[in-house]
């Protein structure tokens, strides 16, 4: 039927009404924090390109994840600032790295928040790539799989209930999966960053977690932003 025998603004009438078959309900359950973890004790190092926000000590991110779960947030995300970086971004799969360390200290004072890690080798690496590189500069794609894998590992065992992978090498999802079943890590989850563009809005984040690549872009792992098409093939391929 159409207008005049149905009038859409019938149920749009008063505010009980439109509560009442509202589709879509936001709820702070819904909602992931996201932290900058950094070591060293009661430490806040403000983020320029940020305002408001700083890359906290794992205690004062222990005690804002108290706070997040009290305020009913579903989760948090870590994004880890080490003390030391090299080539292959060692403390990245390091059990007592900062992520690793932070994780154990937040689920120490929790009980229900979800704990997501991102993994990458980023803000790891001293060349700041999200993978290791060849003396002619070139991310090597299925080396780099054996890493993430292991930060994977680290980080699940540590206690993470998902982990993230933002990298975007060929066949990441694959490899890490199987590399915490084959260690009886079944119950971890994978949230993929299935189509990452290679954008300037990441502009921000690099400062944060101090991940900006020292030569060249990412632009041969980051998709082209002008492809539409080819995200619903990486979404897929994941």
Request: contains cysteine; charged residues 25%; aromatic residues 6%.
């Amino acid at each position: 039927m159409a207008f005049p025998e149905t009038r859409m603004r019938r149920m749009r009438r008063t505010s009980g009404l439109r509560s009442l078959i509202r589709e879509h309900r936001l709820h702070p359950a819904d909602f992931v924090l996201p932290l900058f973890v950094q070591h060293g004790e009661n430490k806040r190092t403000p983020i320029d390109a940020m305002p408001g926000q700083a890359r906290l000590s794992i205690d004062l991110a222990a005690d804002i994840a108290a706070e997040a779960e009290e305020l009913g947030i579903g989760g948090m995300i870590l994004f880890g600032v080490p003390a030391a970086k090299d080539d292959v971004g060692s403390e990245a799969v390091d059990d007592e790295g900062v992520v690793q360390l932070a994780i154990r200290a937040i689920k120490a004072r929790t009980e229900r928040l979800t704990v997501i890690t991102d993994v990458c080798l980023c803000a790891y690496t001293s060349h700041g790539h999200c993978g290791v590189v060849n003396e002619q500069g070139d991310i090597l794609n299925d080396v780099t799989l054996e890493l993430l894998a292991d930060v994977s590992v680290s980080h699940a065992r540590a206690g993470a209930d998902i982990v993230a992978p933002s990298d975007m090498m060929d066949g990441r999802i694959g490899a890490i999966r199987a590399a915490l079943d084959a260690e009886h890590l079944t119950d971890t989850a994978l949230l993929s960053y299935s189509a990452k563009y290679a954008s300037a809005y990441y502009g921000p984040f690099r400062e944060a977690a101090g991940s900006t690549p020292s030569f060249g872009d990412r632009r041969s792992y980051q998709m082209d932003p002008a492809n539409a098409d080819e995200a619903v093939r990486e979404a897929l391929l994941d």
